[in-house]
């Protein structure tokens, strides 16, 4: 009986909703062990949006052969479409804060 406690391991869920996005694409695109941080950073830098289009995007594209690849060019293409949160608007404002408009 001890021996099946302890050997009875216990894996820890995802802290962050980014980070159980960025396991599931690991698992659906099969990525290899080497490019895994790069999913992870690409999920944490991207919005949800963003990142489901992307995975969308490489399943109904690439229907064999190396699907990471791809979901990492189409990531690349999206970058340039949504500046990083830190930059202000070109019309003054904050970026997630509505002003009204007189």
């Not at 980014?18 to 790069?38: F, H, S, T």
């Not at 699907?67 to 990492?72: E, H, P, T």
Request: charge should be positive.
């Amino acid at each position: 009986m001890r021996a099946l406690l302890g050997k009875r391991s216990t894996i820890k869920p995802p802290a962050y909703e980014w980070q159980d996005r960025a396991l599931r694409i690991i698992d659906e695109l099969g990525i290899p062990p080497k490019k895994r941080n790069a999913v992870f950073r690409v999920c944490k830098q991207h919005p949800k949006r963003v990142i489901e289009k992307a995975l969308n995007d490489t399943k109904e594209l690439v229907k064999e052969g190396e699907r990471w690849r791809y979901f990492f060019k189409v990531i690349e293409n999206k970058e340039w479409k949504a500046p990083p949160l830190s930059q202000p608007l070109s019309n003054g404002g904050e970026r997630g804060v509505l002003k009204k408009t007189p």
